[in-house]
């Protein structure tokens, strides 16, 4: 879809409405003529952007990366301008037509409020071009020399409240855009809960009704939106996403999923484990101590059939299946604050039946009650316990492989890193999907993605990152000193919902200044040594084309390659992040879902 189709058909309706004397038809004049020279104005900067593209791609098969992001957000933007024109153009002669007028102007605003912000995007991505340009590296992520604030303080503030509004959700497949229209009308209801002071009752009555609002007003929804995200804390965030662990939501996998013989938790007890290596060598592991007194390690054991030595509440004479070869461990995503084993069985117990092998998910500390490095010391632990319990899982561990969703993706890799400096066996392969590499907001051109995500929008994405980062890191695996943190900004206190209404968005470089994130290569292992990624194992990475966390995938994807490790990228188009968790009400997203088993057998399958 070219901006000239949308041009030639916006000056068409132009046209017609010109001589209109009417508020509306004066309107429609304006807000198509407006649309037309929007369209020739970006043309020539989304051809340097075309052209710029490919230097980016992790190969010539493989292209990906967030600048070919935004040419294809563009092109989902010209479809449904195109699609308005087309429709205003059948319709305009009716006699029917008067009724819709100002929809179709509210439509047109929102369009042109819309493009303003992508060509701002696009003035960023220009930006960072020359940048990379004059470093000879063709990386998505400039070197040191070069921060976002700088990158988002050499133009204009992006406006985000059309991306949340109107057409919230517009670059994304249909099935996909209404969940996330749906959860950003349920989000801004939760709001007027959650920051009430009435009480329960009151609170529930105000944000039902303040919930069917924002679905007819989508313009309001969009701005409490991003106010909710600048201003609100990451308790705000946990509260409302722990609202998927409610005991209606834990019904829906065992009502609809697929059934499995076992899916049983397991409370690991905080006691010192001692691996024995092929070489008679041993490790010992301690329990989890960090941010806390060491406790028990909760997992999920998975699988659609019982294998001896499971265990079940069938009877002891109850005879099994084999032991597998093989064993997943997982890792579920949630912003490293929310969600659980449980709240991620939608897509489990899926892949449960589709790889027939026991399947070992990880239940660590939620952020920010538990930072890092705990959950890395937990998901160590229960690794080192499952080394030592395979017979109780069903398997003879021959093939382990590690997967993960954003989050987990993260906390996957940082344990194989983790476990290879300890000389402890590594799993055959990783499997990460959207996952987050580096723990902070670089200026690459997927990460400005954020400023426009449904899902992660920027002020929640870099809660929940700092929340995990924590504020006392003197004790962590190879962090930098605390010392080095600067003066800690704090937001606006937010004591009533309505306040949230009136509050003056901020700069998104302003909200950067607000958070401090060390540098450590367990926390994002984007920062790994070559030496210590060089020893990493297969790495199969899925990732969709609009992830805010596009380019971490691409450039480590790069790098593993050029350090003669085994790596594939995958990248799917249409879907958003967390989109695993969309299996159930969408079939695209259950069609990943199919993709992602296919990658994962492919590790298995490896020679």
Not at 31 to 53: D, M, N, S, W, Y
Not at 287 to 299: E, F, I, L, M, N
Request: glycine residues 6%.
């Amino acid at each position: 879809m070219t901006s000239e189709s949308v041009r030639l058909a916006a000056i068409e309706n132009a046209k017609f409405f010109e001589k209109e004397e009417s508020s509306s038809g004066h309107a429609l004049f304006k807000g198509f003529q407006l649309l037309a020279e929007h369209c020739l104005t970006v043309e020539p900067l989304l051809e340097k952007i075309r052209l710029e593209a490919p230097k980016y791609d992790l190969d010539a098969v493989t292209p990906g990366n967030g600048y070919r992001s935004f040419l294809i957000v563009f092109d989902y933007y010209f479809q449904h301008c195109l699609k308005l024109c087309r429709t205003v153009k059948a319709q305009r002669n009716g006699i029917f037509f008067h009724l819709r007028r100002w929809s179709y102007i509210d439509d047109l605003i929102s369009w042109n409020k819309i493009f303003v912000s992508l060509f701002t995007f696009l003035e960023h991505l220009e930006t960072l071009s020359a940048w990379s340009n004059l470093e000879g590296t063709y990386s998505l992520f400039p070197s040191g020399q070069h921060s976002s604030q700088e990158l988002l303080e050499k133009t204009k503030t992006v406006e985000q409240y059309p991306f949340y509004g109107r057409h919230a959700a517009f670059q994304f497949y249909p099935s996909v855009a209404i969940i996330l229209t749906n959860l950003l009308t349920l989000m801004a209801g939760y709001s007027d809960y959650y920051f009430s002071s009435s009480s329960h009752l009151w609170r529930v009555t105000k944000s039902l009704f303040m919930g069917t609002k924002y679905s007819l007003d989508a313009d309001h929804r969009g701005r409490r939106i991003v106010n909710t995200s600048q201003f609100a804390t990451v308790d705000f965030c946990t509260s409302f996403w722990r609202l998927s662990d409610s005991d209606m939501m834990k019904k829906v996998p065992e009502s609809i999923c697929p059934p499995l013989q076992v899916n049983k938790l397991i409370l690991i007890p905080p006691e010192p484990l001692v691996v024995t290596l092929s070489n008679g060598e041993t490790v010992n592991i301690q329990p989890p101590s960090a941010h806390g007194p060491t406790s028990s390690v909760q997992v999920r054991l998975m699988s659609a059939k019982y294998r001896v030595g499971m265990p079940s509440r069938r009877s002891s004479n109850t005879s099994g299946a084999k032991a597998s070869d093989s064993l997943m461990i997982h890792c579920h995503g949630g912003g490293f604050v929310s969600n659980s084993s449980q709240f991620h069985e939608t897509y489990l117990r899926y892949w449960a039946v589709s790889l027939d092998m026991p399947i070992l998910s990880i239940d660590y500390s939620l952020a920010p009650e538990f930072p890092f490095p705990r959950q890395l010391q937990e998901i160590l632990y229960a690794y080192a316990w499952a080394l030592n319990n395979l017979e109780l899982l069903g398997t003879t561990g021959k093939k382990i492989v590690f997967a993960g969703d954003s989050a987990g993706g993260n906390l996957m890799l940082s344990v194989t890193l983790w476990a290879s400096s300890l000389n402890l066996p590594l799993p055959k392969g990783l499997f990460l999907a959207y996952t987050p590499l580096l723990v902070r907001f670089a200026p690459s051109p997927s990460r400005l993605l954020c400023l426009t995500d449904p899902l992660l929008p920027f002020g929640f994405m870099m809660r929940c990152l700092n929340a995990y980062a924590g504020q006392d890191l003197d004790a962590t695996v190879g962090s930098e000193s605390s010392a080095n943190k600067p003066e800690e900004k704090q937001h606006q206190t937010i004591e009533d919902s309505e306040q949230l209404d009136h509050l003056k968005t901020h700069n998104p470089s302003d909200e950067l200044d607000l958070f401090y994130v060390p540098t450590s290569p367990l926390l994002s292992p984007f920062l790994a040594s070559d030496d210590a990624v060089r020893k990493l194992p297969i790495i199969s990475f899925l990732t969709i084309e609009l992830d805010p966390c596009l380019d971490d995938s691409v450039e480590f994807a790069k790098r593993h390659r050029r350090l003669g490790g085994e790596v594939s990228l995958n990248i799917l188009p249409g879907l958003s992040h967390g989109f695993l968790n969309f299996t159930l009400l969408s079939k695209e997203a259950k069609e990943g879902s199919r993709t992602c088993v296919k990658l994962i057998k492919d590790i298995f399958a490896a020679e």
